[in-house]
C-alpha cells in the first residue's frame, strides 16, 4: 500500500460533478504530479486530500490510516503562496511547524541560506518577488511536520524563465530532503521534468484518464526536455489531455 | 510624509485667507466682542489665558483617555465574542447597529439619574461613544480574512485558537486602527459634552461658564482647544500605527 491512497473519490458542488471515482496512490518519497486542465478539480482534490472538503463518497488513506475529512494531515502550499502579510519570512516560514509545536530553527535558518533568501529573513512578503515568495511558501510546508507535501501549481503565476530556475531549484532541495510529493500542475513539461509519476486528470467531472511512468534518471537536468522520449511522452499526454476535452464538447 | 505635507498647504493657505477676511470683516463693521470676536483676540485670549483653562485641559484629557481606554477594551472584548459565537453576533449584531441611532446627547440625562453627577456617568458617555466604531471595525477585520489564509491554516491543522491569534487577529488590526482613529475623535467630543452635564472642571465645564458670562472670546477657545485635542489624540494613533502595522503598505498585492 502506498504512503497516500485516494480511493474512489467522488465530489460535486450542487449539480456540478467535480471529481468522479479518482483513485490514486503516491509512494514514500515518490514525486507524482497531477496534470490536468484549468477548472478540472485539481484544487478540489488537494482541499479533499487535506480535509477541509468532505468528499460524497470514497476516502483517503495515509500511512495506511484512514484520514477522510481529517484536517492536518499534510503539508500544503496552496495555489496563491498563501503567505501572512504581516509576519516576515522568519516568522513565516516557522507557520507550518508552529501550529504542531516548536519549530526546528536551526533547520529553518540553514533552509533560509540554501534558499538564498538570508538577507531577507526579517523582509515582509510584499518586499519579495514572486520566485521568492513561492521559495518562502515552499521552505514553510518543508518545514511542517507532516511527511506527504501537496504543491498546488506552485509556478503557474512565475514567468517562463523563473519558472524553470524555480522547478531546478525544488528538484535541487528535494534531492537532499526526500519527502513523498503531490504536485498539481496544467503544465505538460513541468510535469515531466519534475515527476516521476504523472497522473492525467479528464476535465468536468476530473476523473483519472492515464497515468505515465517518467523513465529519466535522476537528478533531472532541463537537456532532458529536448529530447526524443521527451517528446513522444508529450505527445501522449497531450492526446490524453486532448481526449478528455473532446469528450466535453460532445 | 512630505506628500502629506505638500497636501496641508492649500487648505492651510485658505484658512488663513479666511481669518484673514474675518479679522477685516470684524475691525471694519466694529462687530462687538461678545457677539463675534476678533481671531487676533480669540488668540491673545488663548495665548495668556494658560492659567484660567490649563486645569481644565489636563481633567477633560484625563477623562479622555480613561473613557477611550474603557470604550476600546470592552469593544475590542465584545467583537471578539461576537465573532467567535456566530449565533450570539446574529443575534446582537443587529441590535448594535439599531443602538447607534439613540444620540449620546439624549441618553446623557437618564445616565445622570442613574449614576448621578460623579465620573461614572461621564465614563460611560465617552465609552459609548469609542465602543461602537471599535466594535464594528474588529468585526469586520475578523471576517475580511483572506480566504486563501483561512484555507491554509485549516488544512494545516490549527485549531480555533490558532485562527484566531494567528490569523484572524492580526488580519484585523488595520481595520481595529480605523476603528481607533474614528474614536479617539469622538472620545473628545464625548468627555465634553459629558463635562456639561455637571462637573467641576473640564473643557466642557470651562465653556459654559463663559457662554454664560458672555466671554465669547474664551467660547472660541475651548472651541480650539477641542480641535487640537483630537487632531493630537488623532495624530497620536497614526504614529503607533505606523509602529504596529508595517506591513498595511502593500494592501494585497
Ligand atoms: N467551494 C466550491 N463551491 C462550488 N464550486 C466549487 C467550489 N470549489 C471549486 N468549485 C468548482 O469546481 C471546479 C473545479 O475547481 P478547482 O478545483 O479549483 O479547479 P482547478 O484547481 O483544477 O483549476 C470549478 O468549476 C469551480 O468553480
Ligand atoms: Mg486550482
Not at chain 1, 55 to 79: A, C, E, F, N, R
Not at chain 1, 156 to 161: I, K, T
Not at chain 2, 177 to 195: C, H, N, P, R, W
Request: net charge neutral.
Amino acid at each position: 500500500m502506498g504512503k497516500l491512497v485516494v480511493d474512489a473519490v467522488t465530489k460535486a458542488f450542487g449539480k456540478q460533478s467535480v471529481l468522479k471515482n479518482v483513485s490514486l496512490t503516491v509512494d514514500e518519497g515518490e514525486f507524482v504530479s497531477v496534470l490536468g486542465p484549468s477548472g478540472s478539480g485539481k484544487s478540489t482534490l488537494f482541499h479533499v486530500i487535506g480535509g477541509l472538503i468532505e468528499p460524497d463518497d470514497g476516502h483517503i488513506y495515509l500511512d495506511g490510516l484512514q484520514v477522510t475529512g481529517q484536517k492536518g494531515v499534510i503539508s500544503y502550499m496552496p495555489q496563491s503562496h498563501a503567505l501572512f502579510p504581516w509576519r516576515t519570512v522568519w516568522h513565516n516560514v516557522l507557520l507550518g511547524a508552529e501550529i504542531h509545536g516548536t519549530p526546528d530553527e536551526t533547520a529553518a535558518r540553514a533552509m533560509i541560506a540554501k534558499a538564498g533568501l538570508s538577507e531577507y529573513e526579517q523582509a515582509y512578503p510584499h518586499e519579495l518577488s514572486g520566485g521568492m515568495k513561492q521559495r518562502v511558501a515552499f521552505i514553510r510546508s518543508l518545514l511542517s511536520p507532516q511527511s506527504l507535501i501537496c504543491l498546488d501549481e506552485p509556478f503557474s503565476a512565475l514567468d517562463e524563465l523563473t519558472r524553470l530556475d524555480m522547478q531546478l531549484w525544488l528538484l535541487s532541495i528535494w534531492q537532499t530532503d526526500r519527502r513523498s510529493i503531490l504536485f498539481v500542475t496544467h503544465n505538460i513539461e513541468e510535469a515531466i521534468l519534475l515527476s516521476d509519476r504523472v497522473v492525467v486528470l479528464s476535465d468536468k467531472p476530473a476523473a483519472v484518464k492515464a497515468e505515465f511512468t517518467i523513465p529519466f534518471e535522476r537528478p533531472r537536468r532541463r537537456e532532458m526536455l529536448l529530447t526524443d522520449t521527451c517528446l513522444a511522452l508529450k505527445k501522449q499526454i497531450y492526446k490524453e489531455l486532448g481526449d478528455a476535452d473532446d469528450q466535453t464538447t460532445h | 510624509m512630505l506628500g502629506s505635507w505638500q497636501k496641508a498647504v492649500k487648505p492651510g493657505i485658505v484658512l488663513i485667507v479666511l481669518l484673514l477676511l474675518w479679522e477685516l470683516a470684524s475691525r471694519a463693521f466694529a462687530i462687538p466682542a461678545w457677539l463675534l470676536p476678533a481671531p487676533l483676540q480669540i488668540i491673545e485670549t488663548g495665548l495668556t489665558g494658560w492659567a484660567d483653562y490649563g486645569h481644565h485641559v489636563s481633567s477633560t484629557v484625563q477623562l479622555t483617555i480613561t473613557g477611550f481606554l474603557i470604550g476600546t477594551t470592552i469593544g475590542l472584548g465584545v467583537a471578539t465574542g461576537l465573532h467567535l459565537i456566530p449565533s450570539l453576533r446574529e443575534a446582537v449584531y443587529p441590535l448594535l447597529i439599531l443602538s447607534q441611532n439613540i444620540p449620546i446627547i439624549v441618553l446623557a440625562p437618564l445616565l445622570v439619574i442613574w449614576f448621578g453627577f460623579g465620573m461614572l456617568p461621564k465614563l460611560i458617555v465617552i465609552a459609548l461613544v469609542c465602543f461602537f466604531p471599535i466594535t464594528v471595525s474588529a468585526l469586520e477585520g475578523f471576517r475580511e480574512t483572506d480566504r486563501d489564509l483561512k484555507h491554509y491554516m485549516a488544512m494545516a491543522g490549527a485549531t480555533k485558537r490558532q485562527m484566531f491569534f494567528k490569523l484572524e487577529w492580526p488580519n484585523a488590526w488595520p481595520y481595529i486602527f480605523s476603528g481607533l482613529k474614528i474614536s479617539a475623535t469622538y472620545s473628545v467630543m464625548g468627555a465634553v459634552i459629558s463635562e456639561w452635564l455637571g462637573a467641576q472642571k473640564g473643557i466642557g465645564v470651562y465653556m459654559t461658564l463663559a457662554s454664560s458670562s458672555f466671554r465669547t472670546d474664551r467660547v472660541f477657545v475651548a472651541i480650539a482647544l477641542v480641535m487640537m485635542l483630537s487632531l493630537l489624540f488623532f495624530g497620536l494613533i497614526v504614529l503607533i500605527e505606523k509602529h504596529v502595522v508595517k506591513w498595511k503598505r502593500e494592501e494585497r498585492d
